[in-house]
């Protein structure tokens, strides 16, 4: 045993009792392990080994196809209460979902090996760190934590040998049985059970389900924020550097604004990428609030990564990467997928396993295929990533995707209104018929998925944080997909977006002035730099237009949207719901 802590030790006796695997594996994170690992599977064609020269350490895994994302309606929150999850999470009372995850788990590692993998979420020795430890029957997982986490002996160094302050992580890929695949989060014994899954996101438990979920409910007991949110740090030609961290739903381009690459006309400036997917942020003795990204890696969606959209990206995934679910090129050993550089290759195998060719009317890589590839391989990584302190934040961002309502850039007037903002965030369903706005998702903070507790009760803990602290960032929001009249969109996006955060960033440093409105503050036109951009005078207008019987009707779908949180709603947030009425009829 590498360890004598008895909490540990418990832990493992329980899950070894219930599982009764053939074999037990303790992953001490060396790199030898890890290599006969992934030889074995190999061997076993569990993965494919990659082209040594193009992609040298590199995998190629195949998922089974009715396991290829997130499940939400088979992810739970289980707390005492129905109340304690709130009416946005699948809740079963504990004893109920105990019972019934032990009948799947019991004997499920019959003839296999369980491998125990302990982990930290952020870097050794960080105040900010939690220890993780995840039984598992899956090489890939314990591949993929070794890229996503830090994994081994240091977890269990970092743990000691009396604490119980670690998540005990259950997972078993058992028979792969949809209709009985189970993410479940025990906030309360700050443990999780998966089992079915061999995905991604339902399986490498330090992510949404450690980082996120537990995370979140940790940090409302001990007093810090656990958000799904990306953090950067803009560097301007002076060589200061400011840092941002800013929460968007799924398919706004969270990983391309973390990697962003200026414009020609801006290439003095330079974004450092601290995070691409989750924060930890905690008040400092400073008055300011600082923020780690707790991975280690990057699970990013592999279409339409590519030389154009995301060079720093692509270029993590170059050595070192697992690729799940993307096509396989066996004539030269290397992957593909829609929206890639180069041509797609004439015979290859698609996701499915399937012969495929470019005239094949299914796509190759599955539209969620994914790369797992490790931080320290992207070119613009931040100098701080492994900062034990984290960054300091001067902005926090909120975003959505909305065709006309929410203008291009917008501050909250102070905390109290950012909370507003980030709690009402919402997105609109793509592909609108013409003219149409599209349907709304509200998904405050871009955690809808992932709050492991009562979304009221969160909203309040973001209100007290900003009472703890004396310079707090300052709150914006964002919308890159605002639309003209005839469906097309008024803003370039991508690289451009460096100009919005240019004045995000005057702003903090009291800079630019801003012309206050119903919803916030908004630029005075001329503070947005435009130039080298085919934009007139009339579209920046369009942008920064505060259309007030739009938000009107905006506000009917908020108020509906808080209303399922009943006296679980902060008095603040209802308040903040009047005022913006009283200043849209104004
Ligand atoms: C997500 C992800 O689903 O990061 O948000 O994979
Ligand atoms: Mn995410």
Redesign the pocket.
């Known amino acids: 045993m590498p360890t004598n802590n008895p909490y540990v030790l418990k832990f493992i006796k329980e899950a070894t009792d219930l599982l009764n695997p053939d074999n037990v594996v303790w992953i001490d994170g060396s790199k030898a392990q890890l290599k006969s690992l992934a030889d074995d599977a190999v061997a076993d064609g569990e993965l494919i080994e990659l082209n040594a020269e193009k992609l040298p350490g590199c995998y190629y895994y195949r998922t089974a196809l009715n396991d290829v994302a997130?499940v939400e309606d088979r992810t739970f929150i289980c707390t005492p209460t129905k109340d304690e999850a709130g009416p946005t999470n699948n809740w079963l009372a504990p004893d109920e979902m105990y019972a019934r995850l032990k009948a799947l788990y019991n004997g499920a590692m019959k003839g296999r090996t369980m491998y125990i993998v302990p982990f930290i979420m952020g870097v050794k020795g960080s105040s900010f760190s939690k220890v993780g430890i995840e039984v598992t029957d899956s090489r890939y997982v314990v591949l993929n934590m070794n890229i996503m986490t830090r994994i081994g002996d240091q977890a269990l160094e970092q743990l000691g040998e009396e604490s119980d302050d670690f998540t005990k992580c259950w997972h078993s890929v058992a028979e792969l049985n949809a209709d009985e695949r189970y993410i479940t989060h025990f906030p309360q014994d700050n443990t999780i059970m998966s089992i079915n899954s061999g995905y991604?996101?339902n399986v490498l438990l330090g992510?949404?389900c450690l980082a996120l979920r537990i995370a979140s409910y940790l940090g409302k007991t001990e007093g810090w924020l656990a958000e799904?949110m990306l953090i950067l740090g803009l560097q301007n030609p002076k060589g200061d550097i400011k840092y941002i961290a800013a929460a968007f739903p799924?398919a706004c381009g969270k990983t391309n604004l973390a990697m962003l690459i200026p414009p020609k006309i801006l290439q003095d400036y330079k974004v450092w990428t601290v995070g691409d997917?989750i924060a930890w942020i905690r008040p400092g003795s400073d008055g300011r609030l600082w923020a780690v990204n707790p991975e280690n890696g990057f699970?990013g969606?592999a279409p339409f990564t590519s030389t154009k959209t995301n060079p720093n990206a692509l270029e993590s995934t170059k050595r070192d990467t697992i690729f799940t679910n993307v096509l396989f090129n066996p004539e030269d050993n290397t992957v593909w997928w829609e929206g890639a550089d180069g041509e797609p290759p004439a015979n290859a195998i698609d996701w499915r396993g399937n012969e495929w060719h470019p005239d094949s009317s299914t796509p190759g890589a599955h539209p969620n295929s994914r790369f797992t590839a490790p931080a320290k391989n992207c070119p613009c990584i931040s100098p701080e990533f492994e900062n034990p302190a984290g960054v300091p934040l001067s902005a926090i961002v909120f975003g959505g995707r909305r065709a006309k309502t929410a203008p291009l850039v917008y501050e909250a007037f102070d905390w109290n209104h950012g909370v507003f903002i980030g709690s009402s965030m919402a997105s609109e369903t793509t592909a609108a018929a013409a003219g149409a706005v599209g349907v709304v998702r509200r998904d405050p903070f871009a955690m809808l998925?992932f709050c492991g507790y009562n979304m009221g009760e969160y909203f309040a803990h973001w209100l007290e944080t900003g009472k703890k602290v004396a310079n707090p960032p300052k709150i914006f929001h964002v919308n890159w997909f605002k639309k003209d009249d005839n469906g097309k969109f008024l803003w370039p996006g991508f690289g451009d977006n460096l100009r919005v955060l240019n004045w995000i960033v005057s702003r903090t440093n009291n800079e630019v002035e801003a012309d206050a409105s119903a919803i916030g503050l908004l630029p005075k036109a001329d503070d947005i730099n435009i130039d080298g951009l085919d934009i007139t005078d009339g579209q920046m207008a369009e942008l920064l237009k505060v259309d007030s019987s739009l938000w009107l009707e905006d506000l009917k779908g908020i108020r509906e949207f808080m209303s399922r949180f009943g006296e679980h709603l902060p008095l603040e947030i209802a308040k903040q719901m009047d005022e913006l009425e009283s200043r849209l009829n104004k």
């Open positions: 997130r991604g996101g992510k949404k799904h799924s997917d699970f969606v998925p």
